[in-house]
């Protein structure tokens, strides 16, 4: 198993911004792919930038050149920086992480709880 925990989530105003957290841990696994994905109310969730082992990132069209995903792999853990937050940006955040299990050669996806961003005045 491969838990992941999400942090930093809260209230701010438009404009502002928020550093969200992903601390991924577990035993016999390798953490290839990671990403964050977002969900708010009455819509399906979606993705909102990735990044892989090798650190290249990829975004949604709605937060290209304000959100900035990063990831230090010594500490196992990623980064969502996200800057001139705007009210539809309001959601829950979900950590994701496609890991490999050692033992059987097979991949998995984990998902973290969520942590909750609302941004308004």
């Known amino acids: 198993q491969v838990q992941l925990v999400e942090s930093g989530g809260g209230l701010v105003q438009p404009g502002g911004s928020l550093r969200l957290s992903c601390a991924a841990s577990?035993?016999?696994?390798?953490?290839?792919?990671m990403g964050w994905y977002r969900q708010a109310p009455g819509k399906e969730r979606e993705l909102v930038a990735s990044?892989?082992?090798?650190?290249?990132?990829k975004y949604a069209d709605s937060v290209k050149g304000r959100f900035t995903i990063s990831r230090d792999n010594a500490k196992n853990t990623m980064f969502l920086q996200m800057n001139s937050l705007k009210p539809e940006d309001t959601a829950v955040y979900y950590c994701?992480?496609?890991?490999?299990?050692?033992?059987?050669?097979?991949?998995?996806?984990?998902w973290g709880q969520g942590t909750q961003v609302t941004v308004s005045s």
């Open positions: 990044i892989n082992s090798g650190g290249s990132t």
């Open positions: 994701n992480a496609v890991a490999l299990r050692i033992a059987t050669m097979t991949l998995y996806h984990y």
């Open positions: 577990g035993n016999g696994f390798i953490i290839n792919d």
